[in-house]
């Protein structure tokens, strides 16, 4: 199965994060689309393109996975009925270990287990540092 990753966001975050995950990387061997939302434009324009084609790709071969950047947002809001669509997954507070996550950990078709994993690798980032070094011995 392909895989196609979208990072959606207001302003450059989207742009943003795949920058440096390219940098970490060396690049992303996926094909990675950004939608980085602008004043004075609307979510729903780069939502339908995207479930053109979702809708063109009858034979499931592709896996679309949506990161973006906030719930309920306009953005999260406008790719949620993409949802209906068994080869889609959305996730919401995108950041970069999610993003490796899914590029290195999470390489198969996204199961219960594998979209735990993105979950968390994008929770277990979060820390106050100082807290992070005196519980980590490899920090």
Do not use: W
């Amino acid at each position: 199965m392909k895989r196609k990753v979208i990072l959606a966001s207001h302003g450059g975050l989207a742009a943003g994060l795949l920058d440096t995950a390219q940098m970490i990387l060396g690049g992303i061997e996926y094909e990675t689309q950004v939608f980085s939302l602008q004043p004075g434009h609307h979510p729903d324009e780069f939502a339908r393109q995207i479930g053109g084609e979702i809708e063109r790709d009858v034979k499931k071969e592709t896996e679309f996975i949506i990161l973006c950047d906030l719930l309920g947002a306009s953005v999260c809001t406008a790719f949620y009925p993409l949802m209906s669509h068994e080869n889609v997954k959305l996730f919401t507070g995108m950041n970069l270990n999610m993003l490796l996550a899914v590029c290195l950990e999470c390489t198969g078709p996204l199961g219960v287990t594998e979209t735990k994993r993105i979950v968390d690798a994008g929770r277990n980032g979060i820390c106050l540092a100082d807290a992070a070094e005196s519980e980590s011995e490899d920090f």
